[in-house]
């Protein structure tokens, strides 16, 4: 048994009802596990000893939404939005192709130098989704790498119809829900769709989702991005863990999400880099939706690895309070990925742990692009 204390917690933020958030507190993990919490001056012996030299203290960020296996880059696509176009889905090709022509080696390479960026940023639990292979050999082979380095991986092969199958939809879902959705499940926990102008109808994704239910993989999506397309129903209906992006919707369509175990995760990523119009979270939050924001990290929309500068955006345009960006950015995650044991620092909880430079946590809102993470604990699973 091995036991760390961390003490002179300036502010503790457990995301616990029974500890709360708490000033002039210590911690102690033992075997990668939260086992106390307490006062300070109450703090039982460790083997080791970290001082928090009066920081705040959170849980490690959960991303549960990001697309961050694939090769090149897309800042041809970044540039032409800056100078007025506006984000369609067509550029997924373009990155498809880059990737199908990539070795596993500069795949699994750059890769892992983005989870060294979302590490960096305090990120301790990632989702990744295939989606930029679309063809059955990339696709497996996509997710095989990503499950070298997390468990929350993604067959997003309804990612967008393939070039190639431009003339012929209906045989790309069928590859979707036969061969492709055959050669990935092993290597994937969940499945999503791209529902939205420019990729696949809410009947398609059914469709593609049931198929991967069959399969044993639980059920994501991508809704309501670019418009008002039917995901957040459909998600509702198929009883999903979250439905992503939700950047247009109706207060209908919140009213069912409300009443519903469905996580509504926000993407203010994708916004702020296509220069689109933020959605007010306060709508949100006012009827009782569960929400989460990720990174959405990719080369089109977001090529974001940053979540406290996620948290600045939430915060500063889609009005969340700074404690809601916080809680979404690692409960709301939890939620979303159906994790219990991440995203709080309850009793039992994994210890995937963020010390800031920063007296309270609303420094992240309030100064950012700062580097406020000063160590990021991440327990040996
Ligand atoms: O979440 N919306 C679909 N997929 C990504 C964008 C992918 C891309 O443009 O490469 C997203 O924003
Ligand atoms: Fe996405």
Redesign the pocket.
Known sequence: MSSTLITNIGQLVTNDPEFGIKSGAALVYTDGKISWIGDKSKAPAADERIDADGGSVIPGFVDS?T?SIFAGD?LNDFLARMAGTKYA?G??NQ?VSATRAASDELLRKHLGNIITEFTDHGITTFEIKS??GLDIETEARLLKIAQEFTDETTFLGA?VVPNEYSENRSAYIDLVKGPMLDAAAPFAKWIDV?C?TG?FTPDEAREILLAGKEKGLRGRL?GN?LGDTGGIELAVDLSLASV??CTYATDSQLETLAHSSVVATL?PG?EFSTRSSYPDARRYFDRGVNVAIAT?C?????YISSMPFVIAIAVRDMFFTPEQALVASTLGGAQALQRSDVGHLGIGARADIVLLNAPSFEYLAYRPGSQLIKQVLVANP
Do not use: K
């Not at 990719?298 to 977001?302: D, V, Y």
């Open positions: 939404h697309h897309r889905s550029g997924i990155t989606g930029y990612h791209f939205d990729a991508h991005q992503d992006h993407l994708a959405d990719n080369p089109g929309s977001a």
